[in-house]
């Protein structure tokens, strides 16, 4: 199995973090997995994006031609991916801002209200989470446990009230997306 | 073996620098290889013996590498396309010198300050010398983070091994990316053969000299036979490459580095529709394995090279294919990055203009 995932919004949104977490947590459960972020002369509020690409077996591009899932956070990320989409893909958008809707009707398609979630649970940080939460809910890419795992390499080093914020953004993020 | 970290290409080449026993980095920024510094910086400052240094400029960083491998350190330094051009001088007196000391290219669009998108223009550069004079560096073309783990220890022992500046060549991608890394243990640095030649005081001993000033006719003469001498050595100890499903290709596409990945990909989606497609990827691009391709010509008579540049690597492969097979070109300069679709449709259409489907 190979899925390839793109992250992508704007610049702030913890979209390049987002990849980052799912590739680790992908690694630490013996995947074979590629992370390529976009670099540039990036400005605060630019865009940013990310591919991951997760396989049982050794990856060959981390260039995808074709995209299976895609995390998107702003509108411009949906007028870039939703072409790249492969049949049967899936788009889950951060209703919260961005009102379209993808106009293909051979891909699968998730609201995930992040920026109000997130505002019920406290911090505008947790988006990311709740978004990678629906992710890992909806995809079975990886397990929410994974996850869990993966961050707790990532931010060793900080506060247990962090984690468990996460934990919380996670789990509202996979609820959220089970319901829809 | 440690476990396996994510990383990216620019902090790996930096961690395995100081793993394989570098203890002297210099460089001077330049996107898209600032992670690579960065890297160095705090890898040099909590290892003992280590010493980073800002220079001023890329020149002064690599005459400051010049000076640490004289006195015996593993040494090094990195920059991007433009950088590397003003370093050529300082490469071209460590060949002539027999230094060892291993210069990072993290190539990017030009010609010129061009732009810092991923690119593989800086190949006639690397391996045609680059600077002035007779003499060749080896050129290593790394294609994923684990080798450029492994690759970047190896680079350390040829340039000791063979006293040469070594290059290792990658791009942007090769470099942001991450990918998972296992790191050899770290060398002893005391283990590692002593070198009779360096300049550390010659208090009870005679003293050297290392220059590259020869004046002499008959001696500089002398001193270039003795390096094609050593570059025939390297050529027949080091060439490397990897191949991909070649043995019943009729068509191979021969492409390094990040180029390679793509086309990894693209001979993978042309093998599912049914051609018959190999790979060819060149490891070391000086030497350049040209025997391989040499040798394949009696059973495959198309082949297909992919760069990011407008046809660099083409020479190298023509010239070791000597018209006994017709070659290809596609490619995507100035820091554009193909998909493996793309290129599985140049694939596609070459397989069947060629009439490669028949029996």
Known sequence: ?????????????????????????????????????????????????????????????????????????????LVKYEPLMSEGGLIIINSSLVSDSPSRKDVGFVRIPANDIARELGSDRTINMIMLGALVAKTGITTQDSIMNGLSEIVKAKKASLMELNRKGLQKGAEYALKF | ?????????????????????????????????????????????????????????????????????????????????????????????????????????????????????????????????????????????????????????????????????????????????????????????????????????????????????????????AHNWKLVKKYETISREITSWEEYQTDDARLVVVAYGTAARIAKGAVRKARERGMKVGLIRPITLWPFPSRVLHEMTGRIKEFLVFEMSTGQMLEDVRLAIEGRANVHFYGR?????????????????LYQSRQLDGE
């Open chain 2, 1 to 221: 073996m440690s476990e396996k970290k994510l990383m990216s290409g620019s902090h790996v080449i930096a961690e395995a620098a100081v793993r394989a026993g570098c203890r002297f980095y210099a460089g001077y920024p330049i996107t898209p290889q600032n992670e690579l510094t960065e890297y160095s910086a705090a890898a040099m400052v909590r290892t003992p013996g280590g010493t980073f240094i800002q220079a001023e400029s890329e020149i002064a960083a690599i005459n400051m590498v010049i000076g640490a491998s004289m006195a015996g350190a593993r040494a090094m330094t990195s920059s991007s396309s433009p950088g590397i051009s003003l370093k050529q001088e300082g490469i071209s007196f460590a060949a002539a010198m027999e230094l060892p000391l291993l210069v990072v290219n993290t190539m990017r669009g030009g010609p010129g300050l061009g732009n810092i998108a991923p690119a593989q223009g800086d190949y006639f550069q690397a391996t045609r010398g680059g600077g002035h004079g007779d003499y060749r560096t080896i050129v290593i073309g790394p294609a994923s983070g684990q080798e450029l783990a492994d690759l970047t220890r190896k680079a350390f022992d040829y340039a000791d091994h063979y006293l040469t500046p070594v290059m290792i060549i990658g791009d942007g991608m090769i470099g942001q990316m991450m990918e998972p890394v296992e790191f050899p243990d770290p060398i002893d640095i005391k283990k590692l053969p002593t070198k009779p030649w360096i300049l550390d005081g010659a208090k009870g001993r005679p003293s050297r000299l290392i220059r590259s000033l020869i004046l002499d006719i008959a001696l500089e003469e």
């Open chain 1, 1 to 77: 199995m190979i899925k390839k995932t793109v992250f992508s919004g704007f610049g702030g949104q913890g979209v390049l973090m987002m990849g980052y977490v799912l590739a680790v947590s992908a690694m630490k459960d013996g995947r074979h997995v590629t992370y390529l972020p976009t670099y540039g002369a990036e400005v605060r509020g630019g865009t940013a994006n990310c591919t991951v690409v997760v396989s049982d077996e050794e990856i060959f591009s981390p260039v995808a031609s074709t995209l299976d899932y895609a995390v998107l956070m702003n509108k411009p990320s």
């Open chain 2, 333 to 349: 300069p100035g820091g554009v990055i193909s998909t493996p679709e793309e290129i599985a449709g140049e694939i596609q259409g």
